[in-house]
């Protein structure tokens, strides 16, 4: 893979949004059009922007310094945090799991003016993924489908765009991913609905298909790829007891985000039994994980 070197330049740009205000190390300080912010987390920071020309669009994940910590243990920490995500990235890929593509990464970063030994922070660019997360994918369709589900009419019973199957369907697409990553080794550390991306097909949008109304802008398909995102917290496992884990925090989040496909998560795990040969074991585990957090929820 291609190390890119950063100057020790440290200019504070203001993106496209309004709040927060962010500093990003050179180069991404001095391009014409300053990367988008898409959203902001605790360790990280996502932009959009390009790589190499305007027309190839890409996503920065930018891993800016901690001011409160050690500057040898921040860089150190930074460092392994970057190449532990990318070489997760690059062997999914390789393996066949869908997921974003490495494009470029430095995980030093210049050094900041007037803080001797204060790197910039890392970061890794990795392929744009068109498309929506699985979590906002399924409220468009839900919300856009509110006239379909009227009281006494069931979801089997509405026309094929707006029944049940579509969305079971999905949930296959999701336990098929889910068992070819856990069936090379790799364990997500964060499987929720936030993490899965709904890459749509070019023409999916306001197309019809044998008597099926045609979709439009308010009224969202959930055909397309299923791609994993942000494997900051993967890591590589045999353990079955991991595995059982990573599926119990994606049921838990279909729990609480959408109540009414929880109710289908048992095709998902279907479909992971019949992915991975380990699945057997891994399912079975994950009933005493489960057993678990009931426990832990009836004693606060």
Not at 176 to 181: E, L, S
Not at 184 to 205: P, Q
Request: aromatic share 6%.
């Amino acid at each position: 893979m291609e190390e890119h070197s950063v100057s020790s330049d440290f200019i504070p740009i203001v993106t496209s949004s309004s709040t927060p205000f962010n500093t990003l190390p050179s180069p991404f300080n001095y391009i014409q059009d300053p990367p988008r912010l898409v959203t902001q987390g605790a360790e990280a920071i996502l932009y959009q922007t390009h790589f190499l020309t305007p027309a190839h669009t890409c996503a920065l994940k930018y891993r800016p310094s901690k001011s409160w910590r050690h500057p040898a243990l921040d860089a150190r920490l930074t460092r392994h945090r970057i190449l532990s995500e990318a070489r997760t990235l690059v062997r999914c890929r390789r393996e066949g799991v869908s997921v974003p593509g490495v494009l470029s990464l430095d995980w030093e970063g210049g050094e900041v003016a007037g803080q001797a030994g204060r790197r910039s922070g890392g970061w890794m660019m990795m392929e744009w993924i068109e498309g929506d997360t699985i979590r906002d994918s399924l409220n468009h369709w839900l919300n856009a489908r509110k006239d379909f589900l009227k009281d006494g009419i069931e979801w089997r019973d509405a026309p094929k765009a707006q029944s049940e199957e579509v969305v079971i369907e999905l949930m296959r697409k999701i336990g098929r991913a889910i068992g070819k990553m856990h069936s090379i080794g790799i364990v997500h550390g964060d499987l929720t609905t936030s993490n899965l991306m709904l890459r749509k097909a070019k023409g999916d949008m306001g197309l019809e298909t044998d008597n099926t109304p045609p979709l439009t802008a308010t009224d969202p398909s959930l055909d397309g790829d299923v791609v994993l995102i942000d494997f900051g917290l993967a890591t590589q496992s045999v353990q079955d007891e991991d595995k059982a884990v990573d599926l119990y925090v994606l049921e838990r989040a279909f729990g609480s985000t959408h109540p009414t496909v929880e109710k289908v998560f048992n095709d998902l795990l279907t479909e992971y039994g019949l992915s991975y040969k380990g699945a057997l074991v891994v399912l079975k585990r994950l009933e005493d994980v489960r057993m678990r957090g009931r426990k832990r929820s009836m004693l606060g």
